[in-house]
């Protein structure tokens, strides 16, 4: 069985609202970095457990060319942004090789997994730097710090949404009985378009799961620095 990693972000509204020139260019920067690392994080997981097909297609390298999709990077999020609506996007898939996968099932749900978990740690860096190094976030690197931290929780949990081809989908599948596994591999043909459609379809609920789980995570941010 193959796999192609998938990785999708999608903003809500009052991210980009009346944002300034450095908060645009630090979304911008921001993002791009995230979704590098997250992507790399599939293929060295991939990597580490035995398949090679992200590192033979150049996936392992920072280099941001490698991992851009001219029309999911590029041209979905500006469309939707000029259209006013919620911004979404995603990266070129990683290949990977499920056959070549040691602990099979599970082991693709660590692949999965890898993006998430390098965003969650991204989203502590970009607070602990803004909290300590920025006066609890104050000035323009204070701003580029909450940009950080957002972006990397909303990549996150939005990824980790149990819908194919989301990441979340891999833990589900590691789980799930064979029947649910075939209905899985169906729907995941249609996995783009799934999203998108979940996107404009239930923008109004996914806005609030975002926006509830990132209170959740920079509370828990606060209290690790004992606030």
Avoid at 79 to 92: E, S, T, V
Avoid at 96 to 107: A, C, M, P, V, Y
Avoid at 137 to 147: D, K, M, Q, R, Y
Avoid at 161 to 181: E, K, N
């Amino acid at each position: 069985m193959s796999f192609r990693g998938s990785s999708f972000l999608c903003f809500e509204n009052v991210i980009i609202e009346d944002m300034d020139i450095w908060g645009l260019v630090f979304v911008v920067v921001i993002t791009l970095i995230s979704m590098v690392l997250h992507e790399m994080a599939h293929g060295y997981v991939a990597y580490w457990l035995g398949d090679q097909t992200a590192k033979l297609s150049g996936r392992l390298s920072p280099n941001p060319l490698n991992h851009i999709d001219p029309v999911m990077t590029i041209v979905v999020p500006v469309l939707l942004y000029l259209m006013g609506g919620p911004i979404f996007g995603g990266a070129k898939p990683v290949p990977i090789n499920t056959r070549n996968l040691r602990f099979k099932e599970w082991g693709m749900a660590l692949v999965g997994l890898a993006g998430p978990f390098t965003n969650l740690i991204l989203a502590l860096i970009f607070f602990l730097l803004g909290y300590f190094t920025a006066g609890n976030f104050n000035g323009v690197w204070g701003e580029a710090c909450v940009i950080g931290v957002s972006v990397n929780l909303g990549f996150m949990l939005f990824n980790m949404l149990p819908i194919p081809p989301l990441d979340g989908s891999r833990l589900l599948y590691a789980l799930a009985p064979d029947f649910v596994r075939r209905f899985m591999e169906t729907i995941e043909r249609y996995g783009t378009t799934l999203v998108f459609i979940l996107v404009l379809m239930f923008g109004s609920f996914l806005s609030g799961y975002l926006y509830g789980g990132r209170m959740w995570f920079i509370e828990m941010f606060y209290h690790l620095v004992g606030l």
